[in-house]
């Protein structure tokens, strides 16, 4: 898949813009706050439907009511319109003309960032690295988001009942239907993770250039599979899960274990092995995606400032070899080694020129 033009209306700092995109290499350029990471993000808006850092109304430009960014998607000739648009902290999405729900939108476009935050990941709490693990499996299945909105709500209904203290039976009732989703989330994660894992190794020793070894582990906080297990286990918490008010057990404390020499990167890996990890992590998601033929976008914000120049040339050697369509952000035209097939953008207060190869 390729996105064929992009145009934004109002979206941060862009009045308006309209794209077409090189089929390859998209290299963004200019200095900081000229908009470079806007336009990595409107393209993540338009395939998430989710800001990269920012509430929806912040994607807003400066005193204008509404903001909107639309893609033409090109899928082996077939061309899909994707449209969304934000206005008064409310979201319309829309699919080849018509609005559509969170549901229905997915599919077409799929994007995986990179961005030099993504690296307080390793030594940020479990949620950072659950939603890093939760957004690559829907990236693969979209379908999968359905799983994480239901399994969200009936927690939220458990919580509120046992803050309410509302009678066993009740708390039963929906006990059930979030053990279900429960279920199905921890078996998601799980496969993902395994078949995530030995690309990973393979990427984060091709990065390092060393013998070091790193693994990659889903820890649940709930030995629990089946949907019975689940409930039998909350049963058994109630009474302190009444006292505390919240669920203590479930996917929504669940865990991604990255180790390097068998010690917690959290706690023991160096700056460059947590880049590395984290590079790793992305070109292990990318394989695995092509190798069920879907080809993602790649969205790379300045990631070559985040690199040392060893492990900066494997990263490049890594982005010849990938068929697909990349946008790179940087200060410097000259940062980035790539000069067939691309085509290069200067940014400037809100405006993109072409600006050749």
């Known amino acids: 898949m390729q996105l064929d033009?992009?145009?934004?209306?109002?979206?941060?700092?862009?009045?308006?813009?309209?794209l077409q995109p090189h089929p390859r290499?998209?290299?963004?350029?200019?200095?900081?706050?000229?908009?470079?990471?806007?336009?990595?993000?409107?393209?993540?808006?338009?395939?998430?439907?989710?800001?990269?850092?920012?509430?929806?109304?912040?994607?807003?430009?400066?005193?204008?009511?509404?903001?909107?960014?639309?893609?033409?998607?090109?899928?082996?000739?077939?061309?899909?319109?994707?449209?969304?648009?934000?206005?008064?902290?409310?979201?319309?999405?829309?699919?080849?003309?018509?609005?559509?729900?969170?549901?229905?939108?997915?599919?077409?476009?799929?994007?995986?960032?990179?961005?030099?935050?993504?690296?307080?990941?390793?030594?940020?709490?479990?949620?950072?690295?659950?939603?890093?693990?939760?957004r690559a499996?829907?990236?693969?299945?979209?379908?999968?988001?359905?799983?994480?909105?239901?399994?969200?709500?009936?927690?939220?209904?458990?919580?509120?009942?046992?803050?309410?203290?509302?009678?066993?039976?009740?708390?039963?009732?929906?006990?059930?239907?979030?053990?279900a989703y429960s279920a199905r989330l921890v078996a998601a994660r799980q496969a993902y993770v395994e078949a995530l894992a030995p690309r990973f190794q393979v990427a984060f020793s091709a990065i390092m250039g060393e013998e070091i070894e790193a693994?990659?582990?889903?820890?649940?906080?709930?030995?629990?599979?089946?949907?019975?297990?689940?409930?039998?286990?909350?049963?058994?918490?109630?009474?302190?899960?009444?006292q505390r008010g919240f669920t203590q057990r479930g996917p929504q404390l669940d865990d991604l274990s990255l180790r390097v020499q068998d010690r917690p990167a959290r706690a023991f890996a160096s700056q460059g092995q947590q880049r590395a990890l984290i590079l790793a992590l992305k070109i292990a998601e990318i394989d695995l995606l092509q190798a069920l033929a879907r080809r993602p976008v790649l969205l790379l914000d300045d990631v070559s400032s985040e690199l040392d120049p060893r492990r900066s040339a494997r990263l490049f050697d890594f982005l010849a070899a990938f068929e697909g369509q990349v946008f790179i952000t940087t200060t410097d035209r000259a940062f980035i080694p790539i000069t067939s097939d691309a085509q290069s953008w200067r940014l400037s207060h809100g405006e993109v020129r072409h600006s050749g190869g």
């Open 5 to 18: 033009r992009l145009a934004l209306k109002d979206f941060r700092g862009f009045t308006a813009l309209d």
């Open 137 to 179: 499996i829907f990236t693969r299945r979209p379908a999968y988001l359905s799983d994480v909105i239901h399994f969200k709500r009936a927690l939220d209904a458990r919580n509120r009942l046992l803050k309410e203290g509302a009678a066993d039976a009740h708390l039963e009732a929906f006990e059930i239907s979030l053990a």
């Open 215 to 242: 693994t990659l582990r889903y820890r649940p906080s709930l030995e629990a599979e089946a949907p019975a297990a689940f409930e039998a286990a909350w049963r058994e918490d109630r009474p302190r899960d009444r």
């Open 25 to 134: 290499f998209n290299v963004l350029w200019g200095e900081n706050a000229s908009g470079k990471t806007n336009l990595l993000e409107a393209i993540f808006w338009l395939a998430t439907l989710r800001p990269i850092r920012a509430r929806l109304r912040e994607l807003v430009r400066f005193e204008q009511p509404a903001a909107s960014a639309e893609g033409w998607i090109n899928q082996d000739g077939l061309i899909h319109h994707l449209a969304v648009e934000t206005q008064g902290g409310e979201r319309i999405a829309k699919r080849e003309g018509k609005r559509v729900d969170v549901a229905d939108y997915f599919g077409a476009l799929a994007v995986i960032l990179f961005t030099p935050e993504d690296v307080l990941i390793i030594r940020g709490p479990p949620a950072d690295r659950r939603r890093l693990l939760d």
